[in-house]
């Protein structure tokens, strides 16, 4: 029997992963690439680096994400962080075939017979992490299609012949320093909201949009941006679309389901809610108040 190390006070999640972790070789860790500090729960890097276990971050939902925000961020964790990170989607199947190597490559003392390379996929929900996984045994599944029969559990682990995924330990949530990390994840549906927690995110949305990216606030509905606020965003949106409620008022409410539905699907266009730099203004506005 196992001796544990853990304090008494570890959170179940906290505990399921850090056991996990000393049967792991290397953590990818999934985060989404249009916001991936607020999309990261420190947890996967404490508990990674106390077993000095390398890691892959994958940035993902680059389909999504704004190619400049997504290079720097790439850029960023490279230089100041140390760490592999890789921009990908997972709607590109060339994105995803390169992982495998690149995990081998990460940890080159593992993925022989006597020592399999062992990778854990942690990363909050919605981040896509089920479909990665999937992606990853699909390719697996169809290479070993004409293989003789093996059991489904074993079939749905083994990524390649010496490289296997390590079960998934529960829910990771994301841990919310800043408001405006509450905001990013449910603008981007990582975190659940009700309707009238939407209007605010989508208040929060409208006036990031003004800020980085107005052109495509035009592009998308045709009104001219300068001036506007958050809410005057909203409500030209309802206005261009004829969205009204009974009574002849602007339906509000619609309209701001509508911009965040825009911006989830990629409609809008391709956005990231922050990047290195608004990442750091917003730390220091943080330690400020
Ligand atoms: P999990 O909770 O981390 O396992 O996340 P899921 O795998 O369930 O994915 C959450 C949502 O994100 C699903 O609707 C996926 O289709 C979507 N998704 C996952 N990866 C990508 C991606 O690379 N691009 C886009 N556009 N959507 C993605």
Known sequence: MSIQWFPGHMNAAKKEAAEQMENTDLVIEVLDARLPEASCNPMVEELRKFRQRPCLKILNKTDLADPAATAAWK????????????????????????????????????????????????????????????????????????????????????????????????????????????????????VGSNALIEEEVAEFLANLLLDRYPQLLTARYGFKTEGLDGIAVIEQVAQRRGFRVRGGEFDYEKAAH????????????????????????????????
């Open 75 to 190: 850029a960023y964790y490279e230089a100041q962080q140390g760490v592999t990170a890789y921009p990908m989607s997972t709607k590109h199947p060339a994105d995803v075939a390169r992982i495998p190597a690149l995990c081998q490559s990460l940890a080159p003392h593992r993925g022989v017979p006597t020592k399999p390379l062992r990778i854990m996929i942690m990363g909050i929900p919605n981040v896509g992490k089920s479909t990665l996984m999937n992606a990853l045994l699909k390719k697996r599944v169809a290479k070993v299609g004409d293989e003789p029969a093996v059991t489904k559990i074993q079939q749905k682990l083994y990524l390649g012949k010496h490289t296997v995924l390590v079960d998934t330990p529960g829910m990771l949530w994301p841990k919310i320093a800043m408001a405006g990390d509450g905001m990013m994840l449910a603008a981007s549906h990582a």
């Open 258 to 289: 509508v911009l965040l539905h825009d911006y989830r699907t990629g409609a809008l266009g391709r956005i990231s809610l922050e990047t290195p730099e608004t990442r750091a203004a917003a730390l220091i506005q943080h330690a400020a108040e």
